[in-house]
């Protein structure tokens, strides 16, 4: 089977869309379930697949989940095995987050490495090395991380990059760790103090999680808890670009994380459009009809989120005149702007930075997601564009997404999801 998403643009939107719960906390929180036995009850937990495919890896290793509405029932009491099979690992790059927890609560872990991806190399040194000086004994064989240890001990860390998910797993392993652990130079992302806030109602005394060092008293044990997954900034940063994309759009945006979106917002008010408060934690954009071209340069929190520039880009391909996106991150997330022009966008790309001239009409015509936040950006390019867009690869964009073109159509916009049976697969 084949999904694929039929958009036909020009449609302004009008209505209440809100914000779900954080992918990138809940895929955090699910590894550190293992390191306490006993019953969790996660709430707000988005039902997308990544979150899925999580879930399958906790229950390969012996644990019990149920979803009850949006919250999930977690039992590790029965968890048996250290290892993730290849087949689950290489479907999520974040079943490296189960490394620290596994060797952390079981004393070993088989985890297949995960590969690089579409949006480039991403390698796993700093999680290795910040391990071993919690004094794993680290091997590598057909590609997998082996870890050993008897009781992890506390170190001082400084990562070399402040790597969101390796600052997650070595709060997480430090944690149970015998003694003091100190990570310098730790990402300062919003999920980074969520985890560490779950740590901490779990028994670890931990302090300065948001700064970029953190120090980590380990426990012994630690216990099962309830605990309810902050909003997803990313989501929210796309419903604000979703809601700038006509002057016409009246649109409320609910349980917006605002305060985790500071520079986004920034960059929306040097292109004119306001973020207005409607009342606690809904907001509305207003915007005329010309926006102006920005600058934006990606970097980690509270920089601009490498996960948004994508969503800028297609509005920016509006702006009256030229603007340039600086990837920091990530050597390959432009992968998208070869799609972006096959609906008309002028946007080249060289080595780590795009340069946009606008304003552009845009208008359809069958494009492919290249990773999860590509295939948002695509979606909402195709809103914009005149005539039908065919959206493939749509399952990227579930990965992070839960019923986006469902909860974009309640809004007005024309998006319908189609299935179909692969005409080769028949014919072969
Ligand atoms: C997380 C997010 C992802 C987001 C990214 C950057 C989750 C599950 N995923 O990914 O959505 O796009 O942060 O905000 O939270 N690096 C190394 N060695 C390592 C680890 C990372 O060199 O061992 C490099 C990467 O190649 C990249 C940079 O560090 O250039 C940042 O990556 P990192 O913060 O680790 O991203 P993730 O945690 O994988």
Known sequence: MERKYIIRGGRPLKGEIEVKGAKNAALPALACTLLAKGNFLLKNVPKVRDVFCMLKILEHLGAKAQFEGTNLQIDTSGIKRTDIPYELASQIRASILFLGALTAAYGEAVIPRPGGCDIGKRPTDIHEKGLSLLSAELDFKHGNIIT????????????????????????????????????????????????????????????????????????????????????????????LILSSLFPENEVIIKNLPIDYLETPCLKLKEMGIEVKKVDRNSYTV??????????????????????????????????????????????????????????????NVEDRVAVITGPTPLSGSPVKATDLRAGAALLLAGLIAENTTTLY????????YENLPQRIRALGGDIEVVEEENEDSKKF
């Open 148 to 239: 050993r240890a008897k009781r992890l001990k506390g170190a001082e860390i400084i990562l070399d990059f402040p790597s969101v998910t390796a600052t997650e797993n070595l709060l997480m392993a430090a944690s149970l760790a015998e003694g003091e652990t100190i990570l310098k130079n730790a990402a300062k992302e919003p999920e980074v103090v969520f985890l560490a806030e779950m740590l901490s109602e779990m028994g670890a005394e931990i302090k300065g999680a948001g700064t970029d060092t953190i120090f980590i008293k380990g426990k012994k044990r630690l216990h099962p808890l309830k605990i309810k997954i902050i909003p997803d900034r990313i989501e929210g940063g796309t419903f």
């Open 286 to 347: 207003k915007r005329s009809k010309k926006i102006w071209p920005v600058e934006i340069v990606t970097a980690p929190y509270p920089g601009f989120p490498t996960d948004l520039q994508p969503l800028y880009a297609v509005l920016l391909t509006q702006a009256e005149g030229t603007s340039i996106i600086r990837e920091n991150l990530f050597e390959n997330r432009f992968q998208y702007a070869f799609e972006l022009k096959r609906l008309g966008a002028k946007i």
């Open 393 to 400: 690869r749509v399952e990227l964009i579930e990965r992070g």
